[in-house]
């Protein structure tokens, strides 16, 4: 079944990428410097970076992890910063020296920070200076030797880079106080690293490029190894997708969504690098006015974003005021795509949102709507170049046309397996080659796949995934809970948001007591929404909490609703 797709590929797009130009990241980033040389690569706060200056300040960074730092071939770094400048220059310079990029949500607490650097073992840290009190709790725990700390305008020139970093720590009091004896500035990491020699440490293909955690199909936190062939074979497919609309080195792309995140790091920060084009940063794209005033000020031909941002952009009363005749189309991920969403913004625009379909554990793209006008809304589209994908039912066998069944995704782009984890990488590639997704969905007329239900206990808020586990787990610490069962449900804003189920143990234990807690555990995002005191939870016969009939129980009565 999973040949159905190839007879209804769009014109001028290949079935399979050209397995003999896979590389690693950093040769590639070689061959667009020397091709789109004195291109903007990167903006940000209205400053840039070239390619040429890109590729000068990421090998005095990699000089400097090299010669100061001392870090080896294989060892792993954490970059922990919003989108800002550095963000490209600390990455590249960490690929030049061969490390392991882990990235980690800025918003993480210090809980969520340490569990993170612990099961990767990172040696060395680029943070903002907005977190670094939080890794000033767990530094000694964490086994981190190298810090290096950032502020918002570092790469930004003189005198904006004062003015912004002066404003930021001294009259918005948002840089906390902190005291983490030897950390190394930014740009005296870059002075350090451009006094040194250094060449590029040769990265193969099989090689590890990332630690990209996420929960996977279940459970904690866990790293995704994604070599350097996963996420080369993911931006060589993508490209190849979307070449009949994109003019090497002439698009500029807007990148709301943060780096850190799989989809804008393939997509925006390393597929559109390599492609020639310009990424517009954005650094808090929750401000949405702020967002829209930009957006006003600037010739963009592309948008990554996700369904939440979407839909919180043309509800916003300027956005009509925008110029569109540029844009050619946007693309969206992370979370469904709402088809009252899709319509309205092809209604504002002119142009259409294409949605696509990914995981961590696949570098992200498994699959995305043709950009040709044929695309089909509230489906997840066509697999992409090189990529199989079957439907399978519980034992394993594949199920007939139109049948519902897990998805399974077979490609190049499919991660190597969980870090130091090799019991939970058999449950998802049982046979070393195809992905269980935990995903549930049905082949449609025309090769076209649609998702109908999840597997898997995960629940998807904007985008980012949230594992049961970890919510109760952590609401569980909290004295006054005896039990707690936490699921997804229905969110206009978000898709989905948290609710906890929680019995009692101390009677006085009110919602607000458990929201105040959550948020000194859990990123916001993680947070529960809505909180329902039970005195009992269902149980199977061996006593394991069931989330199924709490979640299925929520359903029902929105659709009442």
Known sequence: MEKIWLKNYPKGVNHEINAEEIVSITDLMKKSVKKFNNNIAYENFGATLTFSELDKLSNDFASFLANVAYLEKGDRIALQMPNLLQYPVALFGALKAGLVVVNTNPLYTKTEMLHQFKDSDVKAIVILDHF????????????????VETGVGDLLGWPKSWLINGILKYAKKMVPTHNIPKTFKFRDALSYGSARKFSTVKSEPDDLAFLQY?????????????THRNVVSNMFQMMEWMKPRLIPGEETILTPLPL???FSLTVNCLGFMYFGGKNLLITNPRDIPKFVKLMKSKHFTLMSGVNTLYNALINNPDFKDIDFSSLKLSVAGGMALQKAVSVEWLELTGTPIIEGYGLTETSPITSANPIDGTDRIGTIGLPMP?????????????VEFGERGE????????MRGYWKRPEETKKVLPDGEWLRTGDIAI???GGFFKIVDRKKDMI??????????EVEDAIALHPGVLEVAAVGVPSQRSGEAVKIFVVKKDQNLTKEDLKAFAKTHLTGYKTPD????????????????????????????????
């Open 132 to 147: 670094t009190d939080k890794l000033e709790e767990i530094l000694e725990e964490s086994g981190i030797k190298t810090v």
């Open 443 to 445: 082949a449609l007329e």
């Open 214 to 226: 996420t929960g996977g199909t279940t459970g904690v936190a866990k790293g995704a190894e994604l």
């Open 530 to 561: 809505f909180i329902e005191f039970r005195d009992e939870l269902p149980k199977s016969n061996v006593g394991k909490i069931l989330r199924r009939p709490l979640r299925e129980e929520e359903l029902k009565k929105r659709k009442e609703d």
């Open 460 to 469: 998807l808020v904007s985008g980012f995934n949230v594992y049961p586990n």
């Open 260 to 262: 850190y995140h799989i």
């Open 407 to 414: 998805i399974c995704v077979k490609g190049p782009q499919v």
């Open 386 to 398: 090189s990529t199989d994908i079957k439907l399978i039912d519980d034992d394993g066998n594949e």
